[in-house]
């Protein structure tokens, strides 16, 4: 990226665990990415500061190398409006309550700030970087601590009403099921997360179930991650592989789902979870297959995301620099 | 409809029980429909040869009138993929499996047949005609013997990879739930169609529960429809009311998966089934209440659909006329 007068964004992706801030040209390629911890607790000002702070660093980045900024997009975990600027919640930014982020940042630095729902951006980057290049439509199901999605339809995300569409973590898969972070029962996200996992698991271990977890965790079950459980389970142990295999079965009951309802060409699974991705996709996909009508089935491809965890930045600046007509992405 | 030069679409209704067909002009006024019973037991020859003769009476009509026919909408409830002319199946068309109905039709008919799924042309109508005018986006759900769906996403029909997207009533609620007329367990309609209501409404019967459907139907259980239970329901029979109290709760929690997934401007009921709406909404709407994000919650309204049973000849007939640019609907 040394070319003068080439165009760029700056793709920043703002998680529960890091900051993540990079410039973005029109083909894709990305800077050495910054990454900053994110402020502990959620302290609105802390990470605001954080935000402007990288963007400051990548404009002097862009400003020395003679490239222009279209602007920055803003991958974010939550509900939010990107039209209207506003993040409505953010499960892992307890501070960031009904808060104008896109006009507290840009009063801190000189760049147009587009929010987006990191799932949105993760489903534009694979649309235009990944699996989905020259697919018409496709689901981006992000598998972490929550369940979220990007929807493509025809070549546009879908953003819906509220500006928050695509919240696939809160199908409901079991309606007097499973309680979820949500407060309703049921949902998606209760079951195929990785806070599904840790809470089975974690309750497993309280019932004394004999598992290869149970001397590492007795005395500290509270250290337990959903990496420990996929782990086990890889290791052939048969508690961690059932809850995992409980995890799978769900998830393609919410593939079924979305593939009657929206009979995408693609669905992408990304997010940490993916890890596991050796564990969920077959029982997931059997799932789905015994379900779903064959003649939708077979016209939706169902795979893992190749996409490293730069899929956010990449998506969030590809949306800035499309919007700035500097992306030519079609659909078929 | 008695101008000269005046142009229309012919719009038809393929149903289990009826043949509809009318004219129908870009403002969305109906010719007198003709109506004929569905053949019995679905048997294609005889089906394809009463909607060719329904078709050649209103050629004839439109001739007589000097009114200029740009095609027939015809809405099948079924899978289907309208852009191949192909009927994949159809429930209440038993004759109907891997049909190409488009070309069949085509070679006993002067006019080009443009097959669309009823719940799809229902949506397209309520959104030309209904309370969708001048939304962005809506989702139309028929309940019926099943339930369907047509959704419309920034003023475009989903039609998705296979062309039979917006199967709604396959959206699972309850995973290992009631046994589907599909043959999974647990969508929607295995709770909310008339199909469902009736299963109960017997198994009730069938355990000996005290009620006012008991004694008319003690001899002759098969004789009992949905809408002699909605009439119980509404007469205050608990047992009735219990019924429909369950279709309605699940008929909600599929709406909170709509809302979440899709966030549209609109959703509104249509179909048999909501004769009972009075019972049904009120309750289906506490339970999505309950469930979803408010923030998206409140961008969508939930109501019956105010067309009548002729919604799904005027949205076959739409469409048509809408793709030969004799019809201007837009998108807010």
């Given at each position: 990226m040394r070319e003068t007068g080439k165009v760029a964004a700056i793709g920043a992706d703002l998680g529960g665990t890091n900051i993540r801030l990079a410039l973005v040209d029109s083909e894709g390629r990305l800077s050495e990415p910054y990454r900053y911890p994110t402020p502990p607790r959620g302290e609105a000002a802390a990470i605001l500061e954080t935000l402007a702070q990288g963007i400051r660093v990548l404009q002097h980045q862009a400003r020395a190398h003679g490239i222009r900024l279209v602007g920055c997009g803003l991958g974010v975990a939550g509900l939010l409006d990107g039209r209207a600027g506003?993040?409505?919640?953010?499960p892992n930014v307890p501070g960031f309550q009904n808060l104008s982020l896109k006009k507290l940042l840009e009063e801190k630095v000189e760049v147009t700030v587009t929010l987006e729902n990191d799932a949105n951006a993760a489903a534009f980057a694979e649309y235009w970087l990944g699996a989905g290049r020259g697919v018409s439509s496709l689901v981006c199901l992000t598998l972490g601590t929550g369940i979220g999605s990007g929807i493509i339809l025809e070549g546009k995300l879908l953003r819906g009403a509220s500006g928050a569409a695509g919240e696939a973590g809160h199908m409901v898969v079991e309606a007097d099921g499973e309680r979820c972070g949500c407060g309703a029962r049921g949902c998606l996200e209760a079951y195929s997360s990785a806070t599904a996992i840790l809470r089975d698991a974690r309750a497993a271990l309280a019932r004394g179930e004999v598992t290869s977890l149970r001397e590492p965790f007795r005395a500290r079950p509270e250290a337990l991650t959903a990496k420990d459980v996929t782990d086990a389970a890889r290791a052939g142990d048969p508690v961690a592989r059932g809850i995992l295999g409980r995890a799978a079965r769900y998830l393609g009951v919410g593939l079924a789902s979305l593939v009657h309802l929206l009979s995408p060409d693609l669905i992408t699974l990304a997010g940490g979870l993916t890890a596991a991705g050796d564990l969920l996709l077959p029982p997931a996909l059997a799932e789905l297959t015994g379900r779903a009508f064959p003649v939708l089935l077979r016209r939706t491809r169902v795979e893992l995301s190749a996409l490293a965890e730069t899929a956010g930045m990449l998506g969030a600046a590809g949306l800035v620099l499309a919007d700035a007509g500097h992306l030519w992405v079609h659909a078929r």
């Open positions: 506003l993040v409505y919640t953010a």
